[in-house]
C-alpha cells in the first residue's frame, strides 16, 4: 500500500453568522482550514483534515504512516485510504472498539448572555446534550449561565471553560461556587493556571463540580511570558489528584492512545477536543470508540459551518454513532471542497474591544490577546457582575483609525 501523491487543498470556511462575530473576533479558531488527500499506489484514495505538507511519505508505506507519520492530516488520510483498501472502518486499525456511539458535545467561544441561551436551543435542536463554552472575565458568567439555564432542557449541561481565567483559588472559589447553584452547570475546565498544584488542590476539595484539566501542560492564553503557566506534568496532576479528568488534544493516534493507557490506569475519563470539519469528527468518534477512558464529551466544534467538506450521522441523545463504513466512514463532497477552495477567505479587520464595567468604566483593546493578557495580569478584574464586551469594527474613517493605533500601544481607559 504504497502511497502515490499527497496534495492539500486550503480551504475558506464561513461561520454561522450567529456567532461569526464572536467566532472572527477571538482569533483562536479561524476560517481557514486545510484539505489533505492521499493516493495510493491501488487506487485508494484517503482524505485528512489538516496538514498534508509533509510529502515525504511519497513512495513510501501508508501502513507505515498510520504509525510514524507526524503530518496529522496525512496520517489521518492514510487511516481512511488503508481502512478502504482493507474493507475496515479506521478503528479497527487504531485499537479494539469499546463503544459504537461516542460522547459528543457542542462548543463555541465566549458569547453574550442571550446568545449563549439561543446556541443552547440550537445546540439541544442537534441531538447534544452537553455544550463546552469559554468562560472569560469580560462577561458576567452568572448572568450568562441564568440565561442558558432558563431554556436549556432538563438534562443538558455545560462545561465552563476558563483557560486559566480565575487566576487563583482566593478569587476563583467564590465565582466557581456560585455558578455550582445551577444544575445546568456541569463542569469547570483550567479555572485557574495549571502550575498553580495547591490551588487545584483548594478547589477539588471545596467545589461541588468536576474538575477536567489539559493533560501534562498550561492552558492560558499568554504569549508575552513563556513561563506564565508551563503547567505541569501529568506525573504530578495525577499523583497530586489535581483533576477529576483530562482534556486531550492533538492529531496523532498513538500518541493520544498511549495517554489514553495512563488514563485509564488511574481511571481518569477524559475528552478529545480539536476543532475542524466533520471528517475530523468523524475522526475523533473512531478514536475515541477505541478508548475506554473517553467517556466525557469529545468535540470537534463542526456544526459552526454554513458549508462543510461532509457529514456525519446526527448525535442522538448526546451520542455520535461511530461511521460503520470503511475508512473514516465519510463520503467527502468534492464539488463543495472545489467551492471552499475557491472562496475568498475572510478579511483581516482591525476591531477596537471595549469592556465596559456597570459603573461606566470603559477598557479599551486593540486586539484579543492584548486583553486576554491585561486580565491575567491583574491589570482589571474580571468577571465582575454586569461586565459586558463591545466590538467595533473599522469603518474606514480616520477616527477609527487614530483610536486603534493608541489602543495598540497600551489599551485606554476613560470613566
Same mark, same amino acid.
Given at each position: ?10 480551504? /475558506?470556511?464561513? *461561520? ?22 492521499? %493516493? #495510493? ?15 515525504? =511519505? ?29 474493507? &475496515? ?12 456511539? $461516542? +460522547? ?7 458569547? +453574550?448572555?442571550? #446568545? ?11 441531538? @447534544? ?8 472575565? =469580560? =462577561? ?15 438534562? *443538558?449541561?455545560?462545561? #465552563?471553560? *476558563? /483557560? ?11 465565582? #466557581? ?15 485557574? +493556571? ?33 513561563? @506564565? ?8 496532576? !495525577? ?7 483530562? !482534556? ?13 493507557? $495512563?488514563?485509564?490506569? *488511574? ?38 459551518? !454554513?458549508?462543510?467538506?461532509?457529514? %456525519?450521522?446526527? %448525535? %442522538? ?14 463520503? &467527502? ?42 486580565? @491575567? ?13 463591545? $466590538? ?18 497600551? +489599551?485606554?481607559?476613560?470613566?
Amino acid at each position: 500500500m504504497k502511497i502515490e501523491s499527497i496534495e492539500a487543498f486550503p480551504l /475558506n470556511m464561513t *461561520f454561522l453568522p450567529e456567532v461569526a462575530p464572536h467566532m472572527l473576533r477571538a482569533l483562536t479558531h479561524g476560517t481557514k482550514l486545510t484539505l489533505c488527500r492521499v %493516493v #495510493l499506489a491501488n487506487g485508494a484514495v484517503g482524505y485528512g483534515d489538516g496538514g498534508g505538507t509533509d510529502r515525504s =511519505w511519497v513512495g513510501r508505506s501508508a501502513l507505515e504512516a498510520l504509525r510514524h507519520c507526524k503530518d496529522s492530516g496525512v496520517q489521518m488520510a492514510c487511516y481512511d485510504a488503508v481502512g478502504k483498501t482493507l474493507g &475496515v472502518p479506521a478503528h479497527v486499525l487504531m485499537g479494539r472498539q469499546v463503544r459504537a456511539r $461516542v +460522547p459528543f458535545a457542542y462548543w463555541t467561544i465566549d458569547l +453574550p448572555p442571550d #446568545l449563549f441561551a439561543q446556541q443552547v436551543r440550537h445546540a439541544a435542536s442537534l441531538g @447534544y446534550t452537553v455544550y463546552k463554552f469559554k468562560c472569560r472575565p =469580560w =462577561w458576567d458568567p452568572v448572568e450568562q449561565v441564568e440565561a442558558a439555564s432558563k431554556v436549556a432542557p432538563p438534562n *443538558f449541561r455545560a462545561w #465552563l471553560d *476558563f /483557560n486559566g481565567h480565575l487566576r487563583e483559588a482566593r478569587l476563583a472559589l467564590p465565582i #466557581l461556587k456560585a455558578l455550582s447553584q445551577h444544575d445546568f452547570v456541569g463542569g469547570f475546565e483550567s479555572p485557574i +493556571p495549571q502550575r498553580d498544584v495547591e490551588g487545584y488542590k483548594v478547589l477539588r476539595r471545596k467545589i461541588d463540580r468536576p474538575l477536567a484539566i489539559h493533560y501534562g501542560g498550561g492552558c492560558c492564553h499568554v504569549r508575552s511570558d513563556p513561563g @506564565y503557566d508551563p503547567g505541569v506534568n501529568a506525573a504530578v496532576q !495525577v499523583r497530586e489528584g489535581l483533576c477529576d479528568g483530562f !482534556v486531550l488534544g492533538g492529531g496523532d493516534v498513538d500518541h493520544l492512545r498511549q495517554i489514553a493507557g $495512563v488514563a485509564h490506569e *488511574f481511571r481518569k475519563p477524559f475528552w478529545i477536543q480539536t476543532v475542524g470539519t466533520a471528517l475530523r469528527a468523524a475522526w475523533i468518534a473512531h478514536l475515541a470508540s477505541t478508548c475506554q477512558e473517553a467517556l466525557l464529551s469529545s468535540l470537534a466544534a463542526h456544526d459552526l459551518w !454554513v458549508k462543510d467538506i461532509t457529514s %456525519v450521522p446526527r %448525535v %442522538v441523545d448526546g451520542y455520535l454513532p461511530v461511521p460503520e463504513g470503511p475508512g473514516l466512514g465519510v463520503e &467527502v463532497n468534492e464539488r463543495a471542497v472545489a467551492e471552499l477552495h475557491a472562496a475568498p477567505p475572510e478579511p483581516d479587520i482591525k476591531r477596537i474591544s471595549t469592556v465596559v464595567y456597570p459603573g461606566g468604566l470603559r477598557w479599551r483593546f486593540a486586539s484579543e490577546q492584548q486583553r486576554h493578557e491585561a486580565f @491575567y495580569f491583574g491589570d482589571l478584574p474580571g468577571f465582575i457582575r454586569g461586565v459586558r464586551l463591545e $466590538v467595533r469594527e473599522d469603518d474606514g474613517s480616520r477616527a477609527f483609525s487614530d483610536l486603534h493605533t493608541r489602543c495598540e500601544k497600551a +489599551p485606554m481607559v476613560e470613566g
